[in-house]
């Protein structure tokens, strides 16, 4: 019986760090209705051997239990289908976070086409389903980066991580989720956060100013991150992607504000293209490239935007041509440039 091993998750998106865990899943061949059940036990037994295996190699189990050793990460292609379909529709939260993760695998064994076939459904839904992204996007927004007044990095005010942030759930996560957001509404099946962004360029659905923003505040947030845990390895204490801003560099913590505004900025952006429930009224959008302002003020520009949302109106006068970034080749922010510090 045909199957393909899946990697979800940062391990599909290739974009895994210190002390990952395990996410993945299972998807086989349709089989003939009478053998199904044995069929999904002998599947369930092969993930069980794997997932053990990959605990004793050292990859933590996944707490939230999305491995290939159970029953609702492993299914045939056509379960795959259908669970995609009522995740949609269901709107349920847990579903969604389930989602989004999923919409990160990546085949690392077995018949990779039909992860292919998979792929292939997935995109053709998302272009039909005009819900599907605005779905993704509600999720997303409803948390934004510890930034407050005046653009001061807001820490916990108390518990075990008081005057810290989470690099991962407070930054790096709301870069991933918007990007992908955009790369499967324009039916991009690449899994890795770079690489859709890259792709998108090409496609100019971002412009290459912004692309190089995101990356630039993508990558410093991963190496903060990286540089944090191996800290805290060093020490003998747990890498849990926390960081105390006021330990920083005075410039440290200027190139982390810039970041965290930038990523502000892309939510503010994907949320004018994928209008979330509450403010979606079902009005049809296209996407088309306009100037978004009020980029972060330690860039002194403000560079050609990620497409804006305009109405589709027949007969409308075309939009003005994208305003062109005036930064000059000394006047690249911080983070732009190859952040050799880290180490």
């Known amino acids: 019986m045909p199957y393909c091993w899946l990697n979800l998750g940062s391990a599909g998106r290739h974009e895994q760090t210190l002390r990952t865990d395990q996410d993945n899943a299972i998807v086989y061949a349709n089989p003939p209705l009478e053998q199904a059940q044995a069929i999904q036990d002998y ?12 605990a004793r190699c050292g990859f933590l189990k996944c707490k939230g239990g999305v491995m ?5 990460w492993c299914r045939p292609l056509s379960g795959w289908k259908n669970t995609l379909e009522q995740w949609i529709r269901r709107l349920d939260p847990a579903e969604v976070r389930s989602l989004t993760i999923f919409l990160d695998f990546r085949p690392v064994y077995g018949e990779r086409a039909l992860a292919k076939t998979l792929w292939e459904y997935f995109v053709q839904y998302f272009n039909i389903s005009s819900p599907a992204s605005h ?10 980066p510890p930034l407050g007044f005046r653009n001061n990095i807001v820490t916990e005010k108390s518990g075990p991580h008081k005057n810290e942030i989470n690099l991962k759930s407070s930054a790096a996560i709301h870069i991933v989720n918007c990007i992908r957001i955009f790369a499967l509404n324009h039916g991009i099946t690449e899994t890795s956060t770079l690489g859709r962004l890259r792709e ?10 912004d692309a190089e ?7 410093t947030i991963m190496m903060f991150r990286i540089r944090e845990n191996l800290r805290k390895y060093q020490l003998e204490l747990p890498p849990d992607n926390f960081i105390n801003p006021n330990r920083l560099s005075k410039r440290e913590r200027a190139i982390l504000k810039d970041s965290l505004s930038i990523i502000l900025r892309l939510q503010k952006t994907t949320e ?5 429930f509450g403010d979606f009224k079902g009005s049809a959008y296209v996407a088309d490239p306009l100037t978004l302002p009020s980029w972060p003020v ?3 520009a403000a560079p050609a935007s990620i497409a804006n949302p305009i109405p589709v109106v027949e007969d409308s006068v075309p939009p003005s041509p994208p305003a062109k ?5 000394q006047d690249i922010p911080s983070i732009v440039q190859t952040p050799t510090w880290f180490f």
């Open 43 to 54: 599947f369930l037994r092969l993930g069980h051997k794997v997932v053990e295996g990959l």
């Open 68 to 72: 290939a050793s159970t029953p609702d």
């Open 135 to 144: 779905l993704l996007a509600t999720d997303e927004l409803k948390f934004r």
């Open 200 to 209: 998108l360029v090409e496609q100019r659905i971002i412009d290459k100013d």
């Open 213 to 219: 923003y995101i990356q630039s505040a993508y990558e």
């Open 272 to 276: 004018k293209n994928f209008p979330t």
């Open 298 to 300: 330690n860039c002194h």
């Open 325 to 329: 970034s005036f930064l000059g080749q």
